[in-house]
């Protein structure tokens, strides 16, 4: 599972990589489990944002830095928020058990993603995001122990995860905003089969091409599915954290 990424800490890297004018505060650069983070949708003819920092940063599920988005923070066909990493489903019924699903729900399997119970609703409601993030980590258990291993592009750029994201309301009116990232299976991947653990199917996040970013937030949800496929190995680079 990619349990753990990295943020982009550089605000010409929003504007660059996704078009998109940099939040207020950069925020954190390690997004670990309940932590907030940004991602990217899509809001056709949005001039700013639906959702603001407010909602995750008053949840008691927002641990971490305070995050700030500026007044306007899209272009007309996206739009930058934030949330929590590890996805709270709009049928979860208290906090309390937000909380304990969130941190088990940071990965979807693009194979179950139309099935499954967690993920379901917010995929075929066209909830579908962009994560943008510099690095991912993985354990290479190679060397006899876990070595943390970071994987990024090897040009330096930003790199744009496919995900899903869920707003969630329980009793007074208490708000989730959160997040999750879309996997693949990555067996016979050149880079991405030798981390994780030993015997253990390997996946990885759906990493998307830049030109794909408005056609997968705005594609019908069937249609969405064929952007579900390994980023190539070439392009990516693996060095021990």
């Not at 605000?11 to 309940?34: C, H, M, N, Q, T």
């Not at 354990?139 to 990024?152: C, H, Q």
Request: glycine share 8%; proline share 8%.
């Amino acid at each position: 599972m990619s349990t753990h990424y990295e943020s982009l800490q550089q605000s010409a890297a929003y504007l660059e990589g996704f078009g998109l004018e940099a939040p207020l505060v950069l925020g954190a650069k390690d997004i670990w489990p309940r932590k907030p983070g940004f991602f990217i949708r899509h809001v056709p003819g949005a001039a700013a944002p639906a959702l603001t920092a407010d909602a995750a940063q008053s949840s008691p599920q927002a641990d971490g830095d305070a995050l700030a988005l500026p007044p306007e923070v899209a272009l007309p066909q996206r739009s930058l928020c934030v949330g929590q990493f590890g996805l709270v489903p709009a049928w979860v019924k208290s906090a309390s058990d937000a909380k304990l699903r969130s941190t088990k729900l940071v990965n979807a399997r693009h194979e179950t993603v139309t099935t499954s119970n967690n993920f379901r609703d917010a995929w075929l409601s066209g909830q579908r995001c962009i994560v943008p993030m510099m690095a991912f980590f993985e354990d290479d258990f190679r060397p006899g122990k876990a070595v943390p291993t970071r994987i990024s592009r090897i040009d330096g750029k930003p790199m744009g995860a496919a995900g899903v994201w869920c707003r969630w309301v329980g009793a007074g009116d208490e708000e989730i905003i959160s997040f999750t990232l879309l996997t693949v299976n990555a067996n016979s991947h050149a880079l991405m089969h030798r981390y994780q653990n030993p015997g253990a199917e390997k996946r990885m996040p759906v990493i998307l091409s830049e030109g794909a970013y408005d056609a997968y937030l705005s594609a019908r949800p069937e249609k969405a599915k064929e952007f579900m496929r390994p980023f190539a190995a070439e392009r990516l680079r693996a060095n021990p954290w």
